[in-house]
């Protein structure tokens, strides 16, 4: 099958079982539909996602034929999500797990950032910066474009680059004094060789790391990674992220309500085709679905208007973002990945640091209170730092308007990482960020 | 007279309505209609452009979603394809804004962005050759050739495959066909820097943007 009859037939089938399960879409800016009280509409909605993996199957782009299953291997393999997995080892080990949405205590997973391209220059420096801050359970590695002066170009250059990366990163906890620590591998290519490559028990990744391993936004894998998958599993990787990247109106979902369906069969098919037991999830009924019918360690939180855009300035609009990203990770018993978006050195550790406070704070919050809290600081900061320019917003990935090739402000410009200490500037702007954020009601001191 | 004018601007709208409903079926009765109403192949051409460019409009304002919008292509394009049979070579020849040649570099599976602009390009009138994703640095370089290509598109969205858009420019070099095909070069991480390092002829920021850019290249 071409990928064009697959993308077609993703959308009729998925706008077949909207109709079928009678699935509607909430409007987004109804707050007090921002979490789906009906568990009838929640169950449907599950069942259209098993159903879609069922009648349509997952696509592979390079062989172009489906991958099919029955009923009862996607039921079985759903029931195989574990439910505690320990990142890392010794004492730099943490046991994540499935938080509940709705005022569970448990701790918020954190993991510290990246997801980012960096510059080499920095690369042995970052590392331990971030994995120094005690909030943080595990770290995402960052892309690199250049390696050892010379542009990584071709299969070869990419695998030595991965490599050299997860060493980076395999210093950097040492010197943090947490050797132990876990770190999810953020692929330099998506090919397997670069992949399979970072697997080195002194300096790669152990088989208490991870790694990110995503399916495509039509539903769709590819031999690269299903090989990197196989492999990580007989290394016995502990976790693997699908990071789901994509926007709802340029998927083949073809509606909001197709959104949903499309959303749980792809965090679904990440799990059957690549183990990914920690998922990014949308649109936001996706982590009740598998809140209520999984294990699966779910990312990011919920979406709604009241969530402010990140910034692209060192201020203390930008630190409120991570505050109001930390506060709906915590209320919604969502893992936090304060990725970089693509931007170059974009995040520093005094956000990351913030964001475990806020996250620490916030910590069994009711929902209800959450949405109130993260709306405060929504008006308060629109009151006293309005954004001055509203981000470029549309369809597709923008990565070059987040700035990979500095074209923004990079944490070199407010945080010294020898030193491991944000500008005096900026410490100002925490201060009034913290401020803010005290005066929304977060109890943080 | 009024009756021809009345049936004329009726297989017009049909033509349109096809687009703007996503009906490739009915696009291809429409088109058959027109033909056989002797209707100008231009203006058939045109009111069909007309309606994918509001199609291409809704979607810009997230109106409506992608399947949407390669449903209208489709439309649009078999539709034009019936058309075309009508007239002479020098005509079909005529209604070609121009030939792109567009894929997504080896190594890089994204091709959302990639698929947007074919859309968007295909709405402007232009003959797209969809090589899809993962494409070779040569087969961008073979099939602008088989073709008779006016332009190459080359998309990314990593930072680790971006130095795949410079090996098209350089084989072409290294071929003495750079003088023979412009090169518009997109995707997530793309820059007009990298796209002025790299010697490429344009660079579109989105999909707009990028029609924009191949339209101005393919009139100088």
């Not at chain 2, 297989?11 to 291809?28: C, F, G, I, Q, T």
């Amino acid at each position: 099958m071409e990928e064009k009859e697959w993308n077609m037939a993703l959308f009729h089938k998925v706008q077949a079982l909207v109709k079928r399960h009678g699935i509607t879409a909430p409007d987004p800016n109804d707050r007090s539909k921002i979490v789906c009280k009906d568990n009838a509409m929640i169950d449907s909605a599950w069942q259209a996602g098993i159903d879609f993996l069922v009648e349509q199957g997952v696509y592979c782009y390079d062989t172009r034929r489906v991958i099919e299953f029955t009923e009862d291997e996607v039921k079985s393999t759903i029931r195989g999500i574990p439910e505690t997995l320990v990142m890392g080892e010794g004492k730099d080990a943490v046991t994540a797990k499935n938080k509940h949405m709705d005022g569970d205590n448990d701790p918020v997973l954190i993991c510290g950032g990246f997801h980012s391209p960096y510059r080499e220059d920095i690369a042995h420096l970052a590392p331990k910066a971030f994995m120094m801050i005690p909030g943080v359970d595990y770290m995402q590695g960052f892309t690199l474009k250049v390696i050892d002066g010379r542009e990584i170009h071709g299969t070869a250059m990419a695998a030595y680059a991965a490599r050299k990366k997860v060493r980076y990163m395999r210093e950097g906890a040492r010197k943090a004094g947490r050797p132990g620590m876990a770190i999810c591998h953020y692929p330099i290519s998506l090919e397997a060789a670069p992949m399979i490559a970072t697997l080195d028990p002194r300096n790669g990744l152990r088989p208490c790391d991870g790694a990110m391993m995503t399916p495509l936004p039509n539903i769709v894998v590819e031999t690269g990674l299903i090989t990197a998958a196989i492999v990580f599993n007989d290394y016995g990787l502990s976790f693997a992220q699908n990071g789901n990247g994509h926007g709802e109106q340029d998927s083949f979902a073809g509606s909001r309500e197709g959104y949903i369906v499309t959303g749980i069969a792809k965090s679904i098919a990440g799990w059957l085709i690549y183990r990914s037991n920690i998922t990014n999830m949308s649109p936001n009924i996706v982590h009740e679905v598998f809140n209520r019918h999984t294990n699966m360690i779910r990312v990011h939180g919920l979406r709604w208007p009241d969530i402010m855009r990140r910034g692209t300035q060192y201020n203390e609009r930008y630190l409120l973002y991570f505050a109001q990203k930390a506060i709906n990770c915590a209320f919604t018993g969502s893992a936090i990945e304060p990725s970089g978006g693509g931007r170059l050195e974009g995040t520093t550790p005094y956000e990351i640091e913030f964001m475990c406070e806020c996250a620490e704070a916030a910590r069994g919050l009711k929902v209800e209170d959450g949405i109130e809290l993260i709306s405060n600081i929504k008006k308060m900061a629109d009151e006293e730092c309005p954004a001055p320019v509203t981000r470029p917003g549309g369809m597709g990935h923008r990565v070059s308007r987040t700035g990979w090739d500095g074209s923004l402000p990079t944490l070199r410009d407010v945080y010294d990482l020898v030193k491991m200490e944000p500008s005096e500037a900026y410490k100002q702007e925490m201060d009034k960020a913290r401020r803010l954020v005290k005066a929304a009601g977060l109890d943080i001191n | 007279m009024f009756f021809l004018i009345h049936m004329s601007n009726e297989v017009l709208d049909n033509l349109k309505n096809a687009v703007l409903n996503y009906d490739e079926e009915a696009a291809k009765k429409a088109a058959e209609e027109a033909v056989k109403a002797n209707i100008d192949p231009m203006e058939a051409i045109r009111s069909l452009s007309g309606a994918i460019s509001e199609v291409g409009e809704s979607f810009h304002r997230q109106d409506i979603f992608l399947p949407h919008v390669v449903m209208a292509a489709d439309a649009m394009q078999a539709a034009v394809a019936i058309i075309r049979q009508s007239m002479s070579s020098e005509d079909v020849k005529k209604s070609i804004l121009g030939t792109i040649v567009l894929g997504t570099v080896e190594g890089d599976l994204h091709d959302i962005g990639k698929n947007i602009v074919m859309m968007m390009l295909v709405a402007a009138g232009l003959e797209v050759i969809d090589l899809g994703r993962d494409v070779k640095v040569d087969d961008f370089v073979r099939r602008a050739n088989e073709v008779n290509a006016d332009l190459i598109a080359i998309s990314c969205l990593m930072t680790t495959t971006m130095p795949y858009q410079r090996e098209v420019i350089e084989e072409l070099k290294r071929l003495n066909l750079r003088d023979k095909f412009k090169v518009v070069i997109g995707g997530g991480p793309v820059t007009q820097g990298w796209a002025e390092t790299i010697g490429a002829d344009g660079y579109g920021v989105d999909a707009y943007e990028a029609v924009d850019v191949v339209k101005s290249l393919l009139a100088k």
